[in-house]
């Protein structure tokens, strides 16, 4: 079965340090992988999905067929930056998105 | 184009009482997907629709949930009756044919007591 790995729940950084969300997936074809964000009190919205290959708000993600993995990074964090991020993998043209567990990211001061 | 609009934002209710939750996807959009949100879970797929027609239902948990799509601008997720273990956030997201991003609702935070 399709399955998303996220094994950080809480990831805590300073500002200005570098961040690594981890993310693995389980899928033997050709997978998409997304990362959605989540900010307090808003709703979840697409960061960056790994056939545009951009970065976005700095943030960048690798996709590694070899280790299936797919972490976001961002080499300098910014207090907006704490929100909910999510890793998402779709298997199919017509499938929905699987969803990790989700890691907390919190940025301090 | 407001998004993706989900009612009630929030809903507290008692133990055994039935609770719908509505969703209006974007217009255009043909998937519709209800997900539902906890610390202990994450976001799990419940149920998703393609032009109306429920397409796997296999992570609705019970038969207390029970989910609608009547038309392309609406959709119901009905649990009846309510259990505290169903307190979550749900979220509706909708998605524009199949190469496209979902969507998501607000979210409805629902409240079991």
């Known amino acids: 079965a399709q399955r998303v790995t996220q094994p950080e729940k809480l990831l805590s950084v300073f500002k200005g340090a570098p961040v690594e969300l981890k993310c693995n997936y389980s899928?033997?074809?050709?997978?998409?992988l997304f990362w959605y964000v989540q900010y307090s009190r808003q709703r979840l919205q697409l960061l960056l999905r790994?056939?545009s290959r951009e970065s976005i708000k700095g943030f960048t993600a690798d996709l590694n067929k070899g280790e299936t993995s797919f972490h976001l990074k961002k080499p300098f964090a910014q207090e907006e930056d704490s929100a909910m991020y999510y890793c998402?993998?779709?298997?199919?043209?017509?499938?929905?998105?699987?969803f990790g567990k989700g890691t907390r990211l919190s940025v301090i001061a | 184009d407001a998004g993706v609009i989900q009612s009630p934002r929030h809903e507290v209710t008692e133990m055994g009482q039935e609770v719908t939750l509505r969703c209006k996807p974007i217009?255009?959009?043909?998937?519709l997907f209800w997900y539902r949100q906890t610390m202990m879970r994450g976001l799990e797929l419940l149920i998703y629709?393609?032009?109306?027609?429920?397409?796997?239902d296999s992570g609705m948990p019970e038969d207390r949930f029970s989910a609608k799509m009547p038309n392309a601008s609406f959709s119901t997720l009905k649990i009846q009756p309510s259990e505290p273990r169903d307190s979550a956030v749900y979220f509706c997201?909708?998605?524009?044919?199949?190469?496209?991003?979902?969507?998501f609702g607000p979210g409805t935070r629902l409240t079991v007591t």
């Open positions: 997201a909708s998605r524009q044919g199949t190469i496209y991003e979902q969507y």
């Open positions: 629709f393609n032009n109306n027609v429920p397409i796997d």
């Open positions: 217009s255009g959009h043909d998937y």
């Open positions: 998402a993998l779709k298997t199919g043209g017509n499938t929905p998105l699987v």
């Open positions: 899928y033997s074809g050709s997978p998409e």
């Open positions: 790994h056939i």
